[in-house]
């Protein structure tokens, strides 16, 4: 038998991002006050939708359950990053990275799923306004969101029981601030053709065919505003979508340019920063994006931050 077969590790060292000691605390309050931004941020959205009634509608619901999803994937990632800066280099058992990937993979594909709920939203809303009451009733958006935390979730969990029967053998070192797929699979010496093709199913399941979902909806909702006979009105229905189609865009983008290019043209440090984008930095945009680009939510905050003072 093979040597490096015989040889089972139960730790695995991150290398995170190799910083210059004479940077080390700069980068660790950076990425630490991004997380706390984060997390104030999103708890924000989540506290104020149920707050306000004039928030009480599909889009901001799904908006609350997109926050949710951010702080767990905030949560679940950047604790071990902040580690591996400060350490220079953090351990973790072979269990820990396989949770940290199996929350990291659900709540992408949640966010996959959530976001194409708000995009249906936004195509009855703007091509179907009649009807909007009707297909977008209370009853459906809560199946929609149930369906996609528990679809997420279990589906993301065949393929880590999956991973976990794998055999990992040395080196035990991942060129990486967490636990993603691929960089698991190196790690293993045994035989990953099951979970590879269960991953791709998964991409193709929860990823491309949102994303397609989304792309015909916009195609349905420009043609819908082309038609709009004056330019006030045609900025006025896209400003109620321009919030979600900066997000798809960030979101989708970043998750292209690591996934799907090839990887062999890149380095590890190009992969780091365009992870960081989609792991670190979307879940910061988010709540910023619809605070800023949306009349309502400025509002909403206008008035709790005036009963405040006046009180």
Same mark, same amino acid.
């Given at each position: ?197 269960? &991953? +791709?199913?998964? *991409?193709? =399941?929860?990823? %491309?065919?949102? $994303?397609?979902?989304? #792309? !015909?909806?916009?195609?349905? /909702? ?16 896209? &400003? +109620?979508?321009? *919030?979600? =189609?900066?997000? %798809?865009?960030? $979101?989708?983008?970043? #998750? !292209?340019?690591?996934?799907? /290019? ?22 910061? =945009? ?26």
């Amino acid at each position: 038998m093979d040597e490096r077969n015989m040889t089972v590790i139960t730790t695995i060292h991150l290398l995170g991002f190799q910083i210059p000691p004479s940077m080390t605390f700069l980068v660790f309050f950076l990425f630490l006050f991004f997380y706390f931004v984060t997390i104030c941020g999103n708890l924000l959205i989540i506290t104020l939708v149920p707050y306000s009634k004039s928030l009480h509608s599909p889009m901001y619901f799904f908006l609350s359950q997109l926050s949710a999803s951010d702080i767990l994937l905030a949560t679940d990632v950047v604790p071990t990053m902040l580690r591996a800066v400060l350490e220079n280099t953090t351990t973790v058992s072979v269990s820990h990275c396989i949770a940290q990937f199996y929350f990291f993979a659900a709540t992408e594909t949640l966010e996959c799923l959530l976001l194409t709920a708000m995009s249906y939203d936004r195509y009855v809303a703007i091509c179907k306004p009649l009807h909007y009451t009707l297909l977008m009733s209370h009853q459906f958006c809560w199946i929609t969101v149930i369906m996609s935390w528990s679809l997420s979730f279990l589906a993301v969990l065949v393929s880590t029981l999956t991973i976990s029967t794998l055999q990992f053998c040395g080196p035990n070192i991942i060129d990486h601030f967490f636990c993603d797929l691929d960089p698991i699979l190196q790690l293993s010496c045994s035989d990953t053709t099951i979970v590879q093709l269960e &991953s +791709t199913s998964m *991409s193709l =399941l929860f990823a %491309v065919i949102p $994303f397609c979902i989304i #792309i !015909v909806s916009y195609v349905y /909702i420009i043609i819908t505003i082309l038609e709009i006979p004056s330019i006030t009105g045609r900025q006025k229905v896209f &400003s +109620t979508c321009s *919030s979600h =189609l900066t997000v %798809v865009s960030i $979101f989708y983008g970043t #998750i !292209v340019c690591v996934y799907l /290019i090839p990887s062999r043209g890149q380095s590890w440090d190009i992969t780091k920063f365009l992870s960081l984008l989609y792991t670190v930095v979307t879940p910061l =945009l988010n709540p910023i994006i619809y605070s800023l680009r949306n009349k309502e939510l400025k509002q909403v905050v206008r008035k709790i931050i005036n009963c405040h003072l006046t009180s």
